[in-house]
């Protein structure tokens, strides 16, 4: 029912991490600073947010959409979930109301998707925009503070590691583990590289995507409450561009805008990149303005670089049947 796969040739495969690996190595000489514990402790702290973004992201993408308003639904499912617990003490029912905000906004956007047949782009976009405002009109714009045991999700520790990085960790895992050894994921990479080669092969596409937009909410809530606990208050206005950098990391990270191809531990390694890019521009003293241009390149140049090798590999098996025909 399923095609197969194709393993990725070892070059494409592993270049990513060989990237990674340069960069960070480049990053060590720029600044002193960038391999001392702390600051690589900093790191992981921030791409939590960032990564488990991308995973969502990643997931849409394999199966030929994306999301534009994880950023505006991170901040209401956090907002909300902070006042849930002010309201209730309760860090139990702060967690649950992050998470159905986040994918009762996703659910929304799947019945924009597949049942009205709303182009994704415009479905995630309207999405971001009430989102925003919604989070805004509950706050009447002001910022939440003093959130007392809330912070442990993004501050607290379990022995020496961080919590924020034990929870991305377990994520990673989970995300995999779908992508690679579940009837779902190789439901998504069949739709994301052609839909209705699929449906003709009997999967039920409309379900899912409706499935893979309720994961992509639960992994957006749980960034909000990490996001919200980490910087100790609950921002409405907070996380604008937050759904840009989960993109971006997925797609350095090899997934393909066209569908049908991502990894896990692509999108890791370019969560890495960013989050390596963005501290030592900071610990160089880039301006931030710059930061966002050469943020841009970094997208322009990873589409190019996909539509180019997409080319080559068309190219490929035109001239494979070609052979074979003559």
């Not at 190789?186 to 009997?202: D, K, P, Q, T």
């Not at 039920?204 to 208050?233: E, W």
């Not at 991502?262 to 890495?272: N, R, S, V, Y």
Request: with cysteine; glycine share 10%.
């Amino acid at each position: 029912m399923f095609a197969k796969i194709k393993n990725t040739p070892a070059k494409e495969k592993y270049s990513i991490f060989i990237v990674l690996f340069v960069m960070i190595f480049l990053c060590s000489f720029l600044n002193e600073n960038f391999l001392s514990p702390v600051n690589l402790s900093n790191i992981m702290k921030q791409l939590a947010v960032s990564t488990i973004l991308a995973y969502g992201e990643m997931l849409l993408i394999i199966s030929g959409m994306l999301d534009l308003s994880s950023g505006a639904v991170l901040a209401l499912s956090g907002v909300l979930s902070i006042i849930a617990y002010k309201s209730t003490g309760s860090l139990v029912l702060a967690v649950i109301v992050a998470i159905l905000v986040a994918v009762a906004c996703n659910l929304v956007n799947a019945f924009m998707i597949t049942n009205l047949n709303a182009p994704p782009f415009i479905a995630t976009l309207v999405m971001m925009q009430v989102a925003r405002g919604v989070a805004l009109l509950i706050t009447d714009g002001q910022n939440i503070l003093q959130l007392k045991d809330y912070v442990i999700f993004g501050q607290g520790n379990i022995g020496p590691v961080p919590i924020s990085i034990i929870i991305t960790a377990v994520i990673t895992v989970v995300i995999w583990y779908i992508l690679r050894h579940t009837r779902l994921g190789r439901s998504l990479y069949a739709i994301g590289g052609n839909e209705e080669a699929s449906v003709a092969a009997g999967i039920t596409v409309k379900k899912n995507k409706y499935i893979v937009f309720i994961i992509n909410g639960i992994l957006v809530g749980i960034a909000g409450i990490l996001f919200m606990s980490r910087v100790n208050a609950g921002l409405p206005n907070g996380a604008i561009g937050y759904e840009m950098e989960g993109l971006t990391a997925a797609i350095v990270g090899g997934t393909s805008f066209s569908g049908g191809v991502g990894t896990t531990m692509g999108t890791l390694a370019g969560a890495f990149i960013i989050g390596c890019l963005n501290n030592i521009m900071n610990l160089i003293g880039v301006d931030s303005y710059v930061q966002q241009i050469v943020k841009a390149c970094i997208i322009a140049l990873a589409v190019i670089w996909d539509i180019r090798s997409k080319s080559k590999k068309t190219r490929k098996v035109i001239l494979v049947e070609e052979k074979k025909e003559n």
